[in-house]
């Protein structure tokens, strides 16, 4: 199969343009709040301890242990979340490659996740685009999965609607582009949790559920209804989203104080159909640094690896 066909040439311009750039995150204070799809979003205060956090060239990586559950058993392998600040173009929603009043500033998170089923390996990645300052669901959310059968690609852009386009190398699943009306999105409350944790949302809702459990458990893009909670602790926070119908529960468990860092999660899933017991997916943190990583790209940085305890 031909990988470029799967792909709309923006986003691998985008890619690339970012795996090539000496500079991730501009390091500007100033936050635009321009931007067609929320005219009438709610402004959100940023202060300077957020901004003196993230605007400060780096991005903050996390590595996590991962015991991944995949068709029925246990998989061990590692998780990755880099959270980072940077300028996003509007219209396009892409990664801005110049500074432009025209930018508005997202916290993004590139979330990837390694483990083997057997002797073939999977590759994960989600990126989420929030937008910093307004109370507006993400911009842009795109997932990936890659093994050794093939690959398969979701992307949503948020316009008037939010815009789905998937490929998929699935009888049934292969090209396809629809929209939904705008409601929670489960990959947004992970930038929700870094930006002011008491915008979660509680209570019943109706919430599109994480793009890789769509791909992963091959069931039509849609929301679902969902009850969410948030037990507020002194050192830890724990924000649970439960939903009855597909018998799906994620747990977020993070720091109650600023930076609010995520500690690690927790995922259960119906078992499937030749299984027999509802197994539990959990990424506990191995380690944290902040980093400007982009810049670290020779072969001399290997050894940065280890800081991060990744093999």
């Excluded at 996003?88 to 993004?108: G, R, T």
Aim: proline share 4%; with cysteine; charged share 25%.
């Amino acid at each position: 199969m031909n990988f470029f066909k799967l792909f709309p040439l923006f986003v691998i311009l985008t890619v690339l343009n970012s795996c090539n750039s000496s500079e991730e995150n501009s390091g500007s204070l100033k936050i635009s709040t321009k931007k067609e799809a929320s005219k009438t979003a709610t402004p959100r205060t940023v202060s300077k301890e957020f901004k003196d956090y993230w605007y400060d060239g780096t991005a903050e990586i996390t590595s996590y242990s991962l015991m991944q559950e995949r068709y029925g058993e246990i998989r061990e392998g590692t998780a990755v979340n880099i959270f980072v600040s940077e300028d996003f173009l509007p219209d396009v929603q892409v990664k801005a490659n110049s500074s432009s009043k025209e930018n508005i500033s997202v916290l993004k998170l590139n979330q990837m996740k390694n483990f083997n089923t057997g002797i073939y390996p999977y590759s994960i990645m989600t990126s989420t685009f929030s937008p910093i300052s307004e109370k507006e669901h993400p911009l842009k959310v795109t997932n990936s999965v890659q093994e050794w059968c093939g690959q398969v690609y979701m992307q949503l852009n948020n316009r008037g609607d939010f815009e789905i386009e998937s490929h998929s190398y699935f009888q049934g699943e292969a090209d396809q582009k629809f929209s939904l009306t705008k409601t929670w999105l489960e990959n947004e409350f992970w930038n929700l949790i870094r930006i002011n944790p008491e915008e979660l949302p509680t209570g019943d809702l109706m919430i599109v559920p994480s793009f890789e459990y769509f791909r992963l458990r091959h069931k039509e893009v849609k929301e679902h209804n969902a009850f969410a909670s948030l037990k507020q602790g002194d050192s830890i926070s724990i924000y649970t989203l439960n939903y009855p119908d597909l018998q799906r529960q994620l747990m977020l468990f993070f720091h109650s104080n600023f930076p609010y860092e995520i500690e690690k999660w927790e995922e259960v899933n119906a078992a499937g159909q030749n299984d027999t017991l509802r197994l539990k997916t959990t990424a506990t943190k191995l380690k944290r640094i902040k980093s400007d990583y982009w810049s670290k790209n020779g072969n001399e940085h290997l050894n940065l690896r280890d800081s991060l305890k990744l093999k």
